[in-house]
């Protein structure tokens, strides 16, 4: 699957932000799909996933503020983040994996969130 992630953008602190991915492939609603981001300086790190049946799992430091949703219809997972912090700035990039293994084998090009305090 073909990943391509878009929406990124520059935020104020306490604003919201939506990132969309969208897949190619007739498969994508069997794929676990995950949000990732790279902070400056730092490794990259998980931060949402969401399954082909609607299961959610987040980082503990986003839930509350993020929410992933996917439409099996289209193609696309999303990501709408609210209350941004500027921790939150980073390329986020979004990715797809087969059930049942742990890596992520296909990965969008990422896109910059920046959150000004």
């Known amino acids: 699957v073909q990943l391509q992630a878009y929406g990124g953008g520059l935020v104020q602190a306490g604003g919201s932000l939506r990132l969309s991915c969208a897949a190619s492939g007739r498969t994508f609603s069997s794929y676990v799909m995950g949000w990732f981001r790279q902070a400056p300086g730092k490794e990259r790190e998980f931060v949402a996933a969401?399954?082909?049946?609607?299961?959610?799992y987040y980082k503990a430091s986003v839930k509350g503020r993020f929410t992933i949703s996917r439409d099996n219809a289209k193609n696309t997972v999303d990501l709408q983040m609210n209350s941004l912090k500027p921790e939150d700035t980073a390329v986020y990039y979004c990715?797809?994996?087969?059930?049942?293994?742990?890596?992520?084998?296909?990965w969008g090009q990422g896109t910059l969130v920046t959150v000004s305090s």
């Open positions: 969401i399954w082909s049946g609607g299961n959610t």
């Open positions: 990715a797809a994996r087969i059930p049942g293994r742990n890596e992520y084998e296909s």
